[in-house]
């Protein structure tokens, strides 16, 4: 009578041969993480399109880039993740920040706001001039005091 274990096959050769294919895979992978990438390449990991990637690069918002001898653009592992950390602060400091609401304003309001405006803007030109017009001059305690000589009785 045999035992199952006689009869398996050796499966340590097999398992060798598959370790040594996960290094050599891991090897590559991790390669391919620290190259460079052409902008086409860094959008599609970056699930962005390409105008919104030069969009972000005229607001000056982009990954930092490098040029090769060929002309091509690059974009390196530091500077994507130097990006994606800006990019995380970012998202960090809108949602600490008060967030204001737009307000579509019908023609009404509108035309409410801008009598307000008005009103407002006329105050403060009349407020400014009505301080103008109450500060005493360089002159004006000569005039008091002729004034007051000539109220005064002899």
Same mark, same amino acid.
């Given at each position: 009578m045999s035992t199952p274990h006689h009869n398996a096959p050796d499966l340590a050769a097999e398992v060798s041969a598959l370790k040594r294919l996960v290094r050599r895979l891991l090897r !590559?992978?991790? @390669? %391919?993480?620290?190259? $460079? /990438?052409? +902008?086409? =390449?860094? #959008? $599609? @990991?970056?699930? +962005? @399109?390409?105008?919104?990637?030069?969009?972000? /690069?005229? /607001?000056?918002?982009?990954?930092?880039?490098?040029?090769?001898? %060929?002309? #091509?653009?690059? !974009?390196?592992? =530091?500077?994507r993740r130097d990006w994606r950390r800006d990019r995380e602060r970012e998202t960090t400091q809108a949602k600490n920040e008060p967030k204001l609401e737009k307000v579509m304003l019908g023609p009404k309001a509108v035309e409410h706001t801008e009598r307000s405006l008005s009103k407002i803007i006329a105050q403060g030109i009349n407020e400014a001039a009505a301080e103008r017009d109450h500060r005493p001059h360089a002159n004006s305690d000569k005039r008091v005091t002729k004034a007051t000589a000539a109220e005064a009785p002899s």
């Open positions: !590559i992978v991790e @390669s %391919d993480a620290e190259r $460079s /990438q052409k +902008i086409r =390449e860094f #959008c $599609s @990991s970056e699930r +962005i @399109s390409p105008a919104f990637y030069y969009e972000l /690069q005229k /607001q000056g918002r982009g990954p930092r880039t490098m040029r090769h001898g %060929d002309g #091509c653009v690059r !974009i390196r592992p =530091e500077a």
